[in-house]
Antibody, heavy 121, light 111 residues
């Protein structure tokens, strides 16, 4: 059974960079036809697709976040990562890593449990 | 404000049928892009409920069904159960935004 697990700091200071890693187990990122991405959910609010990456390194980002986001993949560790720079309080959210069937983040068939990241001033 | 509009809340008694709408536009649902639905139980990650407008992943009961017409889509739940209390989100691709979008979510209350 495929499992995804987010890891990283739960507290980030305003204007700094948020960094999270997703470790995939029970399946391989390499050679997969799927995409691997990040989705976030501010407390009490809805879902927002951040971006996705394929094992080849091809990336696809939400245009509204593109200038601040970098997603990378490490196939040797079966991990992919998110970096979001210049964070503000508006970036406080539960961040989910996920597997999707399409580059733009549609059909999310596996989710991590999510990790809350709080941006402090 | 999401480009996919859902009612903030719906409710129904056990055993009843409820529907949740997802209203889009000519740049997403109306452009022919598929709609997908997710169920988020309290305190948990969302779960894929319906994909490609009307397809159920393995393990999803047939009490859940989806449909799409024009610029809108709907999720129907029959035989409501207490365990169906959750937030439900629709998702589609928007060509003008060049990315996928989620609806604002609908909270289902089982009375």
């Amino acid at each position: 059974q495929l499992q995804l697990q987010e890891s990283g700091p739960g507290l980030v200071k305003s204007s700094e960079t948020l960094s999270l890693t997703c470790t995939v187990s029970g399946g391989s990122i390499s050679g997969s036809t799927h995409y691997w991405g990040w989705i976030r959910q501010p407390p009490g609010k809805g879902l927002e697709w951040i971006g996705s990456i394929r094992y080849t390194g091809s990336t696809f980002y939400n245009p509204s976040l593109k200038s601040r986001v970098t997603i990378s993949v490490d196939t040797s560790r079966n991990q992919f990562s998110l970096k979001l720079n210049s964070v503000t309080a508006a970036d406080t959210a539960v961040y989910y890593c996920a597997r999707t069937k399409a580059a733009a983040g549609t059909i999310v068939d596996y989710w991590g449990q999510g990790t809350l990241v709080t941006v402090s001033s | 404000q999401s480009v996919l509009t859902q009612p903030p809340s719906v409710s129904g008694a056990p055993g009843q049928r409820v529907t949740i709408s997802c209203s889009g536009s000519s740049s997403n649902i109306g452009a022919g892009y598929d709609v997908h639905w997710y169920q988020q139980l309290p305190g948990t990650a969302p779960k894929l409920l319906i994909y490609g407008n009307s397809n159920r992943p393995s393990g999803v009961p047939d009490r859940f069904s989806g449909s799409k017409t024009g610029t809108s889509a709907s999720l129907a739940i029959t035989g409501l159960q207490a365990g169906d209390e959750a937030d439900y989100y629709c998702q589609s691709y928007d060509i003008s935004l060049s990315g996928s979008m989620f609806g604002g979510g609908t909270k289902l209350t089982v009375l």
